[in-house]
């Protein structure tokens, strides 16, 4: 799969749902990273997009806390 593919430098993330999504990404990123999403609608991408835009790195790291987003998996 894609994560075998990936450089070691870089990380791979995939769950079973966006939901699960959604609490990985936003656990790990940090500022400055680079977020690819590529999924269809159906998938339910649009709430990991949506919890990624609403992101706010003002909290005195470098560690980006989600707002509250709704969605299913």
């Known amino acids: 799969g894609l994560s075998a593919?990936?450089?070691a430098s870089m990380d791979a993330l995939h769950t079973d749902t966006s939901d699960g999504l959604i609490g990985l990404l936003t656990e790990t990123i940090r500022a400055g990273d680079?977020?690819?999403v590529k999924g269809s609608l159906g998938s339910r991408?649009?709430?990991v997009v949506e919890a990624l835009?609403?992101?706010d790195a003002g909290n005195g790291?470098?560690?980006?806390?989600p707002c509250a987003v709704g969605g299913q998996g």
């Open 5 to 7: 593919a990936v450089p």
């Open 61 to 65: 790291d470098d560690r980006r806390q």
């Open 34 to 36: 680079v977020v690819t």
């Open 53 to 55: 835009l609403g992101l």
């Open 45 to 47: 991408m649009a709430p």
